[in-house]
T-cell receptor, first 112, second 111 residues
Framework: DAKTTQPNSMESNEEEPVHLPCNHS???????IHWYRQLPSQGPEYVIH???SNVNNRMASLAIAEDRKSSTLILHRATLRDAAVYYC?????????????FGKGTLLTVNP | NAGVTQTPKFRVLKTGQSMTLLCAQD?????MYWYRQDPGMGLRLIHY???????AKGEVPDGYNVSRLKKQNFLLGLESAAPSQTSVYFC??????????FGPGTRLLVL
């Protein structure tokens, strides 16, 4: 599985935008970039995913570099409830690979 | 619509005891997964299932067995618990190549 690299931790202030980076230099053509987050004492939850184009949903935006070797998860206005571990995961949508491989993720702290 | 539920929420076992963790989903998903999460680590896949009656090994299958007798249930068994199996266990389910939905987790302590 292609690997991702994320900072161990980041800090933000409430109501400010947050940009969470992810490097994936060995990404293959069929790998989608998925983001999940894990709130304290809960199971992970899906945030967003994309292949080449930038994506937006009600939770966040995903900006993907033109060469696809990096991506950024954008929370437009962080709230205290966004404090969580954010995981950037590459998932091959080709063939029969439906597994997620989690790294250590980025621990986001949101200050009031 | 409860999503993914896990039973029990917390359990303490002695070394050598056995137990079964139950995962249930009401979303009619074909795929189900069992992960474990150790402190400060990401989740690691133990076993998964691509449909009723099927199971397959994940990244860390040793010491665990699974069964998928009904589409909505996925059971994880520990035949002889060891302290190294102290962890938080998460179950997830998904449709084909779709988002995975996770349960709330089961905290297991093996003494």
């Amino acid at each position: 599985d292609a690997k991702t690299t994320q900072p161990n931790s980041m800090e933000s202030n409430e109501e400010e935008p947050v940009h969470l980076p992810c490097n994936h230099s060995t990404i293959s053509g069929t790998d989608y970039i998925h983001w999940y987050r894990q709130l304290p004492s809960q199971g992970p939850e899906y945030v967003i995913h994309g292949l080449t184009s930038n994506v937006n949903n009600r939770m966040a935006s995903l900006a993907i570099a033109e060469d696809r070797k990096s991506s950024t998860l954008i929370l437009h206005r962080a709230t205290l409830r966004d404090a969580a571990v954010y995981y950037c995961i590459l998932r091959d949508h080709g063939g029969s690979n439906y597994k997620l491989t989690f790294g250590k993720g980025t621990l986001l702290t949101v200050n009031p | 619509n409860a999503g993914v539920t896990q039973t029990p929420k917390f359990r303490v076992l002695k070394t050598g005891q056995s137990m079964t963790l139950l995962c249930a989903q009401d979303m009619n998903h074909e795929y189900m997964y069992w992960y474990r999460q150790d402190p400060g680590m990401g989740l690691r896949l133990i076993h998964y299932s691509v449909g009723e009656g099927t199971t397959a090994k994940g990244e860390v299958p040793d010491g665990y067995n699974v069964s998928r007798l009904k589409k909505q249930n996925f059971l994880l068994g520990l035949e002889s618990a060891a302290p190294s199996q102290t962890s938080v266990y998460f179950c997830a389910s998904s449709g084909y190549q779709e988002t995975q939905y996770f349960g709330p987790g089961t905290r297991l302590l093996v003494l």
